[in-house]
């Protein structure tokens, strides 16, 4: 029995997640892994009221995700991973340490940035809390320069 069985791969489309979702591919087909791949719409930002206009967006944000989920479904078809796909809605530490315990992932494999402090605070980087979550192993990748598709 591998170490790793059962992966979470987290993709958002940026050069990040797509050199995640390369790394979570191979690893997975290396050991032969149950495959779930999460695109997530988080609407937390939007969350100052339920107006039309907040419909609107939320319309459209829907749609790119679902390409993006779709997008990443088949690359990782394309390079022989069967996979099940997901897509939720909501904050994505929430939401990924829920998935992760759901499916009892052995390793989530995510994109990563390198931000400023201030960018971190700003923004509200989350991954040491994602860290404190989940009951798994956490692989975060960086894109370089080179990685393409």
């Known amino acids: 029995m591998a170490p ?7 993709y958002d489309g940026t050069s990040e997640g797509r ?3 390369r790394c979570g591919a191979a690893l997975a ?5 149950e495959t779930h791949l999460l695109a997530m719409l988080d609407c937390s930002y939007w969350a100052r009221g339920f107006d039309v ?23 990782l078809q394309g390079w022989g991973v069967a996979v ?13 340490a ?9 390793l989530i494999v995510i994109g990563h940035r390198h931000e400023s402090v201030f960018t971190r605070w700003w923004t509200g980087e989350n991954h040491a809390l994602l860290l404190d979550r989940v009951n798994c192993g ?5 894109a370089g320069a080179s990685v393409t598709d």
């Open 84 to 96: 099940t796909g997901h897509l939720l809605v909501g904050n994505p530490v929430d939401e990924i």
């Open 19 to 21: 050199a995640a979702l």
């Open 53 to 75: 206009l907040s419909s609107v967006n939320f319309d459209l944000d829907e749609r790119a995700a679902r390409e993006i989920l779709q997008e990443g479904v088949e690359k």
């Open 138 to 142: 956490v692989l975060f990748e960086v």
């Open 29 to 33: 087909k290396r050991l032969e892994a």
């Open 4 to 10: 790793f069985d059962r992966f979470l791969l987290c």
């Open 98 to 106: 829920r998935l992760a315990d759901s499916l009892r992932s052995d």
